[in-house]
């Protein structure tokens, strides 16, 4: 089980603000085919506990499979008022808030409603509910790196060492090009910001990072060791892949995803900012 870090070896990763001419890139037949990309519309959903019918949340599969031992995305959501009864995870789980306010704690813990850009993770086998808002529900994408992901009576509850974390997009640690010399803003007065949320950004190694676009701000990212998958946390991306895919637009919920060296190109078609949930084995590029 990877453990959390904090902002350490950030300088492998590079931030470059100037879009580049994507259009000139010549992609192999294995790069072509390993672009996915997914609207929020488009993910399709089932019971998480079909046991529980309507009172389950609903599950959306991004990638993996979440019943076998293989990493899996997904995004979960909670229907307005809904709250489970105590239970554990066999695996630990990361997640975000993408639409509404949940609250994940323990069973006598007072609610604590996380908004939108929200970073919690639940370790395995610790006693804990999770609950939607009444009036309002939620959304959450949540991320494992084994499986499969099972629900648990709370009598089965063991610590694994691990503790729990609720974030706040506030609460973050978020580099600009004027703190860190790994961010290099060119000629843009103002650039994207990144913190590191969990992992590795050495190379071969897998980590995320929240990477927040200003509005009309736009880049290519790519991944420079590994696979790339990326879940849009808030606003609304443009998204394409030269002579690859059409421009679409990702919502709170979107995705999209590819083998290493490919440049998706993005502008955040927001009022505000956007901010994108960012998968990476090795360090990925922002031009």
């Not at 959390?4 to 890139?25: H, R, V």
């Not at 919690?120 to 949540?142: C, D, K, M, N, Y």
């Not at 490919?262 to 590029?285: N, P, T, W």
Request: charge should be negative; aromatic fraction near 6%.
């Amino acid at each position: 089980m990877r453990t959390l870090k904090l902002l350490s070896g950030l300088s492998i990763l590079t931030l470059i603000t100037a879009c580049s001419d994507a259009g000139s890139i010549s992609y192999t037949d294995e790069q072509r085919q390993s672009v996915t990309v997914t609207t929020a519309d488009q993910v399709s959903y089932q019971p998480l506990n079909p046991a529980r019918g309507d009172a389950s949340p609903q599950a959306g599969v991004m990638w993996g499979d979440i019943t076998k031992d293989v990493p899996s995305g997904m995004l979960l959501k909670f229907a307005e008022g809904f709250s489970s009864p105590p239970h554990i995870h066999n695996i630990t789980y990361r997640a975000v808030v993408i639409d509404g306010e949940i609250h994940n704690d323990d069973p006598d813990a007072a609610n604590m409603w996380m908004g939108q850009g929200t970073f919690w993770t639940q370790p395995a086998g610790e006693v804990h509910i999770t609950s939607a808002r009444p009036g309002v529900g939620g959304t959450g994408f949540l991320e494992i790196l084994e499986g499969p992901y099972l629900v648990q009576p709370g009598d089965k509850a063991f610590d694994n060492g691990e503790q729990p974390l609720n974030l706040v997009s506030s609460n973050m640690v978020w580099m600009s090009a004027d703190e860190m010399n790994w961010i290099k803003a060119g000629n843009s007065a103002q650039g994207p910001e990144a913190t590191l949320l969990w992992g590795d950004l050495s190379d071969g190694e897998l980590s995320c990072s929240m990477l927040k676009l200003p509005q009309g701000y736009k880049a290519s990212l790519s991944a420079q060791g590994g696979d790339l998958k990326v879940v849009v946390i808030q606003g609304d991306v443009l998204h394409s892949v030269a002579s690859v895919t059409k421009q679409n637009k990702l919502s709170s919920g979107g995705y999209f995803a590819s083998a290493e060296g490919v440049s998706h190109l993005l502008k955040c078609d927001a009022k505000g900012e956007c901010m994108i949930y960012v998968r990476a084995q090795g360090s990925f590029l922002v031009e």
